[in-house]
């Protein structure tokens, strides 16, 4: 079992409607979820963070957090176009600090 | 634009070269990280500072050598690379060492070994 599992997609959307990206993580120690958005060729940038159970809200972006469930997921409302890029989701190990490990990545794609 | 500087942003060299990749950040982060990613890959962890001391290695071949001469620069020298070694390398900082503190990217140098 992957530490860090996402679906690579690709997720295909249509523009405006809502996209809703999933992670899940092994390790039940896990402390600190990021999501991250990296535009092909380009470097990961932090979009959001999330540390306790429940949603977190930012703009068009909302992560949530189960931690019963090992569970992360991040919905983009009225997805532009712009949005279209791979997701990264990241996971702080417990063991030790900052060893963050990434998910595959999923691969969105916003349709006009 | 991002806060953490990388130069150069490209890089090609012959496997017996030497050469250094730099990193530079000013917003007094005192963790910093060097990351590989491989085309359609996540980034793969290869090195942590924290308050300009090595504190993570991952196993990394010793062709690759960190070295953090000061809280806000971070070095990563190179030499006798192999074409498997050709990715795009990715500096990070934190605030600290502490796993809520998130970790923020630069631009990253894409390195081809010939």
């Known amino acids: 079992q992957k530490e860090v599992e996402q679906n690579s997609g690709p997720l295909s959307v249509p523009e405006g409607a809502i996209a809703s990206l999933n992670c899940t993580y092994s390790?039940?120690?896990?402390?600190?979820f990021f999501w991250y958005r990296q535009y092909s060729g380009k470097s990961p940038e932090l979009i959001m963070s999330?540390?306790?159970?429940g949603d977190k809200e930012d703009g068009r972006f909302t992560a949530q957090l189960n931690k019963a469930s090992q569970y992360v997921s991040l919905l983009i409302r009225d997805s532009q176009p712009s949005d279209s890029a791979t997701y990264l989701c990241a996971v702080n190990r417990p063991q030790g600090a900052q060893k963050l490990v990434f998910g595959q990545g999923t691969r969105l794609t916003i349709n006009p | 634009d991002t806060e953490v500087t990388q130069t150069p942003k490209h890089l090609v060299m012959g496997m017996t070269n030497k050469k250094s990749l730099k990193c530079e950040q000013h917003m007094g982060h005192r963790a910093m990280y060097w990351y590989k990613q491989k085309a359609k890959k996540p980034p793969e962890l290869m090195f942590v500072y924290s308050y300009e001391k090595l504190s993570i290695n991952e196993s990394v071949p010793s062709r690759f050598s960190p070295e953090c001469p000061n809280s806000s620069l971070l070095n990563l020298h190179l030499h006798a690379l192999q074409p498997e070694d050709s990715a795009l390398y990715l500096c990070?900082?934190?605030?600290?060492?502490?796993?809520?503190?998130?970790?923020?990217f630069g631009d990253g140098t894409r390195l081809s070994i010939l």
């Open positions: 390790d039940r120690g896990s402390q600190s």
């Open positions: 999330i540390y306790s159970n």
């Open positions: 990070a900082s934190s605030q600290d060492w502490r796993s809520v503190q998130p970790q923020h």
